[in-house]
């Protein structure tokens, strides 16, 4: 399962109490690094707080939280902020994450390019190196892994930094895609067989995760950006093929096998008025394919930092037909889920992603919404580093954060209120 929701099978006897009531810590002995990552995940979701105010949030006595953060500071996990004064008794100060206690690598393995990112403590990237390809091969994803590490690692000041590991977004068998990137008959068929986190970790000294490449840009938006903002939200990526998430109650919906959000299926109404499926007709490959066709250097599409100026007679028409379409997808996923908003980014310019949600939302109003509240189209707030920072989200989370029961507590306490 994944580590999004492994918190879930974490709590055991916790989550069970989660239909009676907030969740709270608990002041066992056997809890302990339970409530730690409890206090860190609080302090992460809102930026500082003090020991009272973890203490009101979580039930836990004044002193446990005094004990659990007097530890968590011992091991330079938390810094002190400047005290707030003003109050009757004694002052209160803030504890805040220390970004340069712990680092996290992501990598994001994609069909025409693959990133590698650095983030620090507090989510906040510290470093991004990338290289483009006709297609990935294994062994040259291995060697821009570790050779790309060893840059990076050079980033990082603190000499008693520890490194929480490598999460790496990837697509779901990325061998069936052959055809469609160019790759000459059976290049790729090498990742049918390689477990590319087992080869990742013979060759790094800590550990190595692995997600759905949509699947770890949603929770990059889940924790870096409008998760913050909406309980419920449909998330669509757009890369070289669309997909997407589901976030309910502030957390990332997988479903019965894995595939919730699995937009690239939806079927949807093309050109003549045939069902397609929606990864045929709102993905960055069909703008790929254009720009070959007339010519162009599609590799402009995915270089770092991206420019898409001198090819916009085509993306316009791209950005027509996906909106179209897209538009198409979100109001039948709203008639079966009330959600507050779609968020929509991809791996394009923020200019690019603008005019696709303002064109997303004109189209969706265009269409019969008869007994349909229409969700808000927004633009992620991540961008089109999302899976590789989604990447990186996942060590952190895995070894010091519990966050989707303090979203939850965070919604029951907004919801008593």
Known sequence: MAVWVEHMELQGEQQERMSAG???GSSQ??????????????????GALAKADIARRTGLSAQTVSVIMRALEADRLLLREAPLRGRVGQPSIPMRLNPDAVFSYGLKLGRRSSDLTLIDFAGAERGTLQQTYAFPTVEGILK????????????????DARIAGLGIAAPYELWNWADEVGAPDGAMDEWRHIDLAAELSALLPFDVMMENDATAACGAELLLGRGRTYADFLYVFIGSFIGGGVVLDHALYAGRSGNAGALGSMPVAGPDGRPVQLIDVASLFTLERALKQAGGDVRLLWRLPQDWSGFAPMVDQWLATTAHHLAQAIVAASAVIDFSACVIDGAFPPDVRARLVAMTHAAML???????????VVEGAVGAGARAMGGACLPLFRRFLLDRDVLLKEVLDAEGT
Request: positive net charge; charged residues 25%.
């Open 144 to 159: 821009f892994t570790h050779e790309g590490i060893a840059e990076l690692s050079r980033r990082i000041r603190n000499p």
């Open 29 to 46: 002995q056997g809890m302990r690094a339970y409530n730690e990552r409890l206090v860190l995940s609080l302090i992460r979701r809102h």
């Open 22 to 24: 907030p969740v709270r």
């Open 366 to 376: 265009k269409l019969d919404l008869q007994g349909l509240a229409p969700p808000q």
